[in-house]
Every structure is written in C-alpha cells, then in structure tokens.
C-alpha cells in the first residue's frame, strides 16, 4: 500500500460518529467540514458501503427507524470530513408527491452546501445506470456539484460482467457535464474496491 493509501486507510479507520439527522433543509447543520454525499436507489447497498469505508458494521443504521429514508445524516470522521447519507430514492410504491419532496429536500442540500466536494452516486452493478439513476445525474448536473458512480456489489458478478459494467457506467458518466470520468467498481461484501475509494475520498479531507 502506497504512503496515500496508508493515510486514507488511517483516516478511516479512525473516529466516526453520528452527530446530526436533518428531515428538512432548514435543520440542516452548520457546514464546517468538507462533505462528501453518498446516494442511490433504496437498494443500493448505500449503508452496506458507508460500513465497510469505516470498517464498521452498523454506523450508517443509526437512524433505520420509520421515515429513516426522509433524513439526511452526518457523520462526523475524525473532525477531518463529513460523511453526509442521503435518503434513497427509487421506491415504485413512493407517490408522486413523496418523489417530488425527496427532490425538493435533496436538491436544497447541494444548493445550500458550500464545503460539499463530491457526490458518490451508487449504482447496483447487476442493474447498470437506471432511470431513475439518470434524474439524479441530471439533478447533479444542474446543481454543477461534482460527482462519481459507484458500481455496487461487484461480487455478484463475473469478471467479464465486471469489465462491462464499469465500461458501460463510465459511457454514461462521459454524457454528463458534472460527472467524473473515473468509475469505481466496488464490493461491501467482499472488500473489493474499498480501499481505492478510500484513496479517493481521503484526498478531498482537511
């Protein structure tokens, strides 16, 4: 592991602690670490992934209780980054006017963000980019807030399927205007992939 590796590994291996759920834009906290935002369909794998970057088993289910999937969380690491959970969307059985409210909240917190660095958008890699996935980007797009998928639960597929799936993804990052050309292929499960989104991550810390 390389020194950027080792620092990363470090960084996220240190304190990490759920320190503020907001339910509107209004109660959001005061922004005083760079943030990075994880968001993806309701089955993603968001908290599964949000677990293994913190080697921990259930940081990112501090608030699983009814209406958990309407509050934004913050976890404070090591004073250093904010770790910001956005509700998942994508749910067939969610009204127009729930939809139309998730967009509504989300949309208020990347205008109102001014230390937020990146966006991680999960995309389940047996699924590929999804329509609703595609809203999302587009929403990033307008917002001009830099972000870059992550292909989920690499271990479900084979290692052609693999190569496929992140060309594919990476086609459609190139559409967009805010999306990063890197896609990062990764696996809660198996660890595959974690420690080069640590990488990744740790160098938008303070």
Not at 118 to 136: E, H, P
Not at 154 to 161: Q, R
Not at 192 to 197: K, N, V, Y
Request: glycine letters at 6%.
């Amino acid at each position: 592991m390389n020194a950027a590796g080792e620092a990363a590994r470090k960084l996220f291996a240190g304190p990490c602690d759920f320190i503020w759920g907001a339910t509107t834009a209004e109660s959001l906290p005061p922004d005083k670490l760079n943030e990075i935002a994880f968001v993806g369909r309701s089955n993603a794998g968001k908290s599964s992934l949000v677990n293994a970057l913190t080697g921990r088993k259930s940081l990112a289910r501090v608030s699983q209780t009814p209406g958990a999937t309407r509050q934004i969380n913050f976890f404070n690491l090591a004073d250093r980054l904010m770790l910001v959970d956005l509700p998942g969307y994508g749910f067939a059985k969610r009204s127009k006017t729930e939809a139309q409210a998730w967009q509504e909240m989300i949309f208020s917190y990347l205008r109102r963000r001014a230390r937020l660095r990146r966006v991680a958008l999960l995309i389940d890699a047996r699924r590929g980019v999804m329509d609703s996935d595609l809203q999302v980007m587009a929403l990033l797009d307008q917002t001009a807030v830099s972000y870059g998928l992550v292909l989920t639960k690499a271990d479900e597929l084979k290692p052609a399927e693999r190569n496929s799936a992140v060309e594919k993804a990476a086609a459609e990052a190139a559409r967009h205007t805010a999306a990063l050309a890197e896609v990062q292929l990764t696996s809660a499960l198996a660890g595959d992939g974690i420690a080069a989104l640590r990488t990744h991550l740790a160098a938008l810390a303070q």
